[in-house]
């Protein structure tokens, strides 16, 4: 049971942070749901205008951070919302990314084959490149820290994230996870790219051997694939100097990287990448199905032109194939996508796609 507040030395009343966060949130507009995780109050999911987020308790030292990307957001990473403060708790707002994350991934696929772990790094790279645009270390690069989303991999939780100042000989706060932190992450020295490369070259040595790390990475835990081990061993070198200097460099020494294009996104992407997608997708959605349901109305009213039953139900079916069969299709599809492994839908998406074109243009066919 939460206490709602606590007296000070003085006999005033002090009111904790979690309770100043709920009301941060509800003058804000949001409602919550219920923690993000059970048995624990923050991060907590909530809702304000149909749109569901994830609000989290700030430390103050990672407010610039935090307003530099809600400013710019970054590539497949969670975009800042808002920003809540009160005198002393402070409360970030950012959306949800409900997918997998590459520890559970691993656990129940066991290790990525060489070529998904390619596109991992990419992606990701991808990330650390704009995030090093903006001077900005994550510093918590991790297996739970990746979520698989979609088809893509996105890097959460900021928490640990600071900006690089080169005046600095270390860093003011040491943060990390031991067995994926580089040695700087410990106070030997200020935090920069490489910190994060040498914390992506972890993770890639896990996805590839199946096992996360019990201590730093050595010969009897690194990778045995030839064209792997060498980067991973360079990425993780204990000596900032040795290793990539940039995201850059690292994705220019993956393997078919003189084949690699970055995903350029389609414009439906650009569009749900903009702040105000998540205000007006709820009422586009709405109204994109109400024209649907207008469209099958006209169809049904349509075949009552035809004199006979028959005929009447030869034309709803050439209907249903057109407007109906695809939605359907769709959904099934979707339903897959999310119910079987990456690599199982990648085998076979194609093939889905084509068996539905078929099937589609036969009904057709049977019933001209």
Same mark, same amino acid.
């Given at each position: 049971?939460?206490?709602?507040?606590?007296?000070?030395?003085?006999?005033?009343?002090?009111?904790?942070?979690?309770?100043?966060?709920?009301?941060?949130?509800?003058?804000?507009?949001?409602?919550?749901?219920?923690?993000?995780?059970?048995?624990?109050?923050?991060?907590?999911?909530?809702?304000?205008?149909?749109?569901?987020?994830?609000?989290?308790? $700030?430390?103050?030292?990672?407010?610039?951070? %935090? &307003?530099? *990307?809600? /400013? !710019?957001? @970054?590539?497949?990473?969670?975009?800042?919302?808002?920003?809540?403060?009160?005198?002393?708790?402070?409360?970030?707002?950012?959306?949800?990314?409900?997918?997998?994350?590459?520890?559970?991934?691993?656990?129940?696929?066991?290790?990525?084959?060489?070529?998904?772990?390619?596109? $991992?790094?990419?992606?990701?790279?991808?990330? %650390? &490149?704009? *995030?090093? /645009? !903006?001077? @900005?270390?994550?510093?918590?690069?991790?297996?739970?820290?990746?979520?698989?989303?979609?088809?893509?991999?996105?890097?959460?939780?900021?928490?640990?994230?600071?900006?690089?100042?080169?005046?600095?000989?270390?860093?003011?706060?040491?943060?990390?996870?031991?067995?994926?932190?580089?040695?700087?992450?410990?106070?030997?020295?200020?935090?920069?790219?490489?910190?994060?490369?040498?914390?992506?070259?972890?993770?890639?040595?896990?996805?590839?051997?199946?096992?996360?790390?019990?201590?730093?990475?050595?010969?009897?835990?690194?990778?045995?694939?030839?064209?792997?081990?060498?980067?991973?061993?360079?990425?993780?070198?204990?000596?900032?100097?040795?290793?990539?200097?940039?995201?850059?460099?690292?994705?220019?020494?993956?393997?078919?990287?003189?084949?690699?294009?970055?995903?350029?996104?389609?414009?439906?992407?650009?569009?749900?990448?903009?702040?105000?997608?998540?205000?007006?997708?709820?009422?586009?959605?709405?109204?994109?199905?109400?024209?649907?349901?207008?469209?099958?109305?006209?169809?049904?009213?349509?075949?009552?032109?035809?004199?006979?039953?028959?005929?009447?139900?030869?034309?709803?079916?050439?209907?249903?194939?057109?407007?109906?069969?695809?939605?359907?299709?769709?959904?099934?599809?979707?339903?897959?996508?999310?119910?079987?492994?990456?690599?199982?839908?990648?085998?076979?998406?194609?093939?889905?796609?084509?068996?539905?074109?078929?099937?589609?243009?036969?009904?057709?066919?049977?019933?001209?």
């Amino acid at each position: 049971m939460i206490k709602v507040s606590n007296f000070d030395k003085k006999g005033g009343v002090t009111v904790l942070p979690i309770v100043q966060a709920m009301q941060l949130l509800s003058t804000a507009g949001y409602e919550p749901l219920g923690p993000l995780v059970a048995q624990r109050g923050f991060p907590l999911l909530v809702k304000k205008q149909q749109v569901v987020s994830v609000a989290k308790l $700030v430390n103050p030292d990672n407010i610039p951070v %935090l &307003q530099r *990307l809600k /400013q !710019q957001p @970054i590539p497949r990473m969670p975009r800042i919302e808002a920003l809540l403060t009160a005198a002393d708790c402070i409360v970030s707002v950012e959306t949800l990314i409900n997918g997998q994350t590459l520890a559970d991934r691993l656990a129940t696929q066991g290790p990525f084959s060489p070529e998904m772990t390619v596109r $991992v790094a990419q992606e990701l790279l991808i990330t %650390l &490149q704009a *995030l090093g /645009q !903006q001077q @900005i270390v994550h510093r918590d690069l991790k297996l739970s820290n990746v979520m698989c989303y979609r088809d893509h991999y996105y890097l959460i939780d900021v928490n640990a994230a600071r900006q690089y100042h080169a005046e600095q000989d270390s860093d003011t706060r040491l943060l990390g996870t031991i067995g994926f932190a580089a040695p700087e992450n410990y106070g030997f020295a200020q935090t920069d790219q490489r910190s994060d490369l040498y914390s992506l070259g972890v993770v890639l040595n896990c996805l590839l051997t199946g096992q996360e790390p019990s201590g730093p990475l050595d010969t009897t835990t690194l990778t045995q694939d030839s064209t792997w081990a060498p980067i991973i061993m360079k990425a993780t070198a204990l000596d900032p100097q040795q290793r990539y200097q940039s995201a850059t460099a690292m994705l220019a020494a993956l393997p078919g990287h003189e084949h690699y294009r970055p995903h350029r996104q389609s414009m439906i992407k650009r569009i749900q990448a903009r702040q105000w997608w998540p205000k007006v997708k709820r009422p586009l959605q709405i109204s994109l199905w109400g024209l649907y349901i207008l469209l099958v109305v006209a169809t049904i009213g349509a075949g009552f032109d035809n004199t006979t039953w028959p005929a009447r139900v030869d034309f709803w079916t050439e209907g249903f194939m057109i407007i109906g069969a695809p939605l359907i299709a769709h959904y099934a599809n979707q339903w897959l996508k999310h119910h079987w492994s990456v690599l199982r839908w990648h085998r076979y998406r194609w093939w889905l796609r084509v068996a539905e074109a078929i099937f589609i243009f036969l009904m057709l066919g049977r019933n001209g």
